[in-house]
């Protein structure tokens, strides 16, 4: 599939350049959209899709990035899932029907503490692991956001650090398209985080139990989930390279070329710099 626009549910939604396959695993019809040459790497998105992948655009040209959409988000069908994993049985199941043996993997927010369960449960394929701002842990002092707090016109700036990268994503005045996909989406998301504390116990468990070379990468003006709580990943994963980008935001890859610059270095096993634009801490 190719274009501008998917629906006016997408108002800047561009997939022009990338191919778009639906693979039927369990009966859920799972869109995966596909873009570039070389070694596979898969991306698990977060609760999201609106803003699309125009981020992967960067990476087509070192490698074949492999975006589905998860059951329940996006273009994807609807799926009896509960539990972070319910969706990573699904993907073992995807990924086996999309012939992908060894790759390297991508989670952001919500896809990140996915991609751990996937890694997890799959640890001999994934090569390489990048967790961009990844959720499920939580730490003393840093509550959740308040999302009742905010204005619904407010709302999309706290995704970004430049709220002017969002506006062409998010309508100003939404429609009902728009509207029921970000409701189907953050109920699906929300379902995900119903088992806690128990499933955060078992995301920590994984975490330690994880052998993939790993990349955990923060931007310092996240606002959905703060900087502070990297200090907790790093706990679980004290061998993982750490990364914190100066003026990044929670959609991180899609908004800030240093962070993608980054991530694909360390996906290529590239040695990654230590000076600016990329600000280093270990906690």
Do not use: C
């Not at 596979?40 to 074949?64: K, L, P």
């Not at 329940?72 to 972070?84: K, P, Q, R, V, Y």
């Not at 990943?233 to 390279?241: I, M």
């Not at 096993?269 to 230590?274: E, Q, S």
Request: hydrophobic share 45%; aromatic share 10%; proline share 10%.
């Amino acid at each position: 599939m190719s274009g501008t626009t998917v629906s006016a549910a997408y108002p800047a939604y561009s997939t022009a350049g990338f191919q778009r396959s639906v693979i039927r695993v369990g009966g859920v019809a799972s869109v995966v959209y596909a873009i570039g040459a070389g070694p596979v790497v898969v991306y698990f998105h977060g609760g999201g899709t609106y803003h699309g992948f125009e981020w992967a655009r960067d990476w087509a040209s070192r490698f074949r990035i492999v975006l589905p959409h998860h059951p329940n988000f996006g273009e994807s069908g609807d799926a009896d899932f509960a539990t972070l994993g319910d969706y990573a049985a699904h993907y073992v199941r995807l990924l086996d029907a999309l012939e992908l043996t060894r790759f390297h993997l991508v989670g952001a927010s919500m896809g990140g503490a996915l991609a751990v369960e996937y890694a997890a449960r799959e640890p001999a394929r994934v090569d390489r692991l990048v967790l961009v701002s990844p959720a499920g842990l939580s730490a003393p002092g840093v509550p959740p956001p308040d999302f009742s707090a905010v204005a619904p016109q407010d709302l999309p700036a706290l995704f970004v650090h430049d709220p002017k990268f969002i506006e062409p994503f998010w309508p100003r005045a939404p429609g009902p398209e728009f509207r029921a996909l970000r409701a189907r989406e953050d109920a699906a998301a929300w379902r995900t985080r119903q088992d806690a504390p128990a499933g955060e116990a078992r995301l920590r468990a994984l975490l330690r139990g994880l052998r993939a070379p790993t990349l955990l990468l923060w931007g310092d003006d996240d606002r959905i989930l703060p900087v502070a709580l990297l200090r907790e990943w790093s706990r679980e994963q004290p061998a993982a390279t750490i990364a914190i980008i100066p003026q990044g935001g929670h959609l991180l890859l899609d908004e800030s070329p240093a962070a993608r610059m980054l991530a694909r270095d360390f996906l290529l096993g590239l040695p990654l710099p230590a000076a600016p634009p990329h600000s280093w801490r270990r906690y």
